[in-house]
Each structure stands twice: as C-alpha cells, then as structure tokens.
C-alpha cells in the first residue's frame, strides 16, 4: 500500500523543503504532495526511487528535478527554467507552460510540457544506449529549440491552433538526435547543421506512443495528432561546426 504525506511549502525555503523532502522518500513515503508552491527552486533534485510521485500545485522554481532519477513529478501549474536539467530517468508532466532551457542537457526519462516553453528547450541532450531522453510540448516552442542536441526527441505539436516554432536557430549545432513538429517548418529558421525532411509513415510510427502517452497525461485525444502530418529535424552533419576551426 503506498504511503503518503501532504507538505504546505507556503513561506517555506527551497533548502528546509527539499529536506522533507528526501526524509520523506528515505522514511518510505511513495506519494507526497506538495501545496502551495511558489517559485522554491531545485524541487526533487538528485532524488532517487522509481515508485515516488510528488504532485506540486504551484509553480516551482528552477531547475526542477535537476538529477533525477527514477521519480515522477506532476506539476498542476507552470514552471521556471530548466525543469529536467541532466535528468537520469523518470517522467516530469507539466500541466502548463515552462520556461527556458527545458530539458537542459537531459540524459533519460520524459518531460511533458503541456503548453509552451521558452527559448533553448532541449539544448544538450544526449543519450547513451538504452537512455533515451524525449521532450514533447504541447504548445510552442522559442528560438534555438534542440540547440547542440547530441541524442534523444523533442517532439512539439502546436496544439490549440498555435504555431509550434516561428523564430530562428531550431536545431543550431544538432549533431544527434531527432526533432518532430507537427505541420510544416520554414526553412529561413532552422539553424546551423539542421535538415528537414517530411516524416514518413514509418517515422510517425515510431513516435506514436509517445505521442500517446503524452495525450494520456493531459486528457487528449492523440488521434487527430497522429494523422496530422509531421516534419523531421536531424543533424546534415555530425560535426556540424567543423569548418570553425583549424586542423593541422
């Protein structure tokens, strides 16, 4: 039977908080909610335990679940910047919007943003092997979306008729990894070292859980998703800045 426990962070420190926290995950607690959130930075970092849920209703501060690894967060609220930051493993669902640098160098596991983010989402992911770290947003996405991204998914879907990427530098840098938009993507706004190809069948196929799984947190009906046509975003190169430097 899990067992549960209920902290009001109203007024509370990022550092007392974060300390009951971790006793509470140590003492065996699987379930903890917490109220009243309003901008406590660093929320589940480097917390460990596969079986944890932590609802939070308010929004956190930075760098959200920083190190994570195992854990699910549930956000009723938006989030501050680089929620995800070098993530190991488990699943941040974001029942809003985020800011900045989601998904910062991310290595495993799945973050959710329910609505948009900001600028730099998903910059340095990578992976390795069987970790394989996915980010999908719901809404829109800023400039330099996937930038330096060596490994993992970046999924956008432009959801309740906005446009999923408008502004430059998608994919600068991308030397891994893949990015699927939903609709089509301007050419004048990928960046240095991103190609973009309509997906194919067998591609869209290959996200479809994903793309289920995210619908299922939120309450939505993946399939008009699904049957919408995607564009791809890959690396054109594997040293995309080669031409930067000088080779003796």
């Not at 509370?12 to 140590?26: D, E, G, S």
């Not at 495993?108 to 390795?128: L, T």
């Not at 938009?181 to 196929?205: C, M, W, Y």
Request: one cysteine or more.
């Amino acid at each position: 039977m899990a067992r549960s426990v209920r902290i009001d962070a109203r007024q509370i420190h990022y550092t007392p908080l974060n300390q009951m926290i971790r006793k509470a995950v140590a003492e065996g607690i699987t379930e903890i909610v917490i109220d009243n959130v309003l901008g406590q930075r660093f929320i589940a970092d480097g917390l460990r335990g596969a079986g944890v849920t932590i609802t939070i209703n308010g929004v956190p501060g930075g760098d959200l679940g920083m190190f994570m690894s195992g854990p699910t967060l549930i956000i009723n609220g938006n989030a501050d910047h680089a929620p995800g930051n070098t993530m190991d493993r488990g699943c941040i669902v974001i029942h809003g919007s985020a800011g900045d640098a989601v998904a910062h160098s991310m290595r495993g596991g799945r973050v959710y943003v329910r609505d948009n983010i900001g600028y730099r989402g998903g910059i340095h992911m990578k992976q390795y092997m069987e970790k394989r770290p996915i980010l999908v947003v719901g809404g829109s996405a800023q400039a330099f979306l996937g930038e330096y991204m060596a490994g993992g998914l970046l999924i956008v879907l432009g959801l309740n008729g906005v446009v999923p990427l408008s502004e430059r530098g998608i994919g600068s840098g991308i030397h891994g990894g893949e990015i699927f938009v939903r609709g089509n993507v301007n050419d004048s706004i990928l960046g240095v070292g991103a190609k973009q190809k309509p997906a194919t069948d067998d591609e869209k196929h290959t996200i479809a859980p994903i793309v289920k799984d995210f619908a299922s947190k939120f309450g939505l009906d993946p399939e008009p998703l699904l049957a919408s046509d995607f564009t791809r975003i890959s690396p054109a190169s594997a040293r995309p800045f080669a031409n930067k430097y000088t080779w003796e």
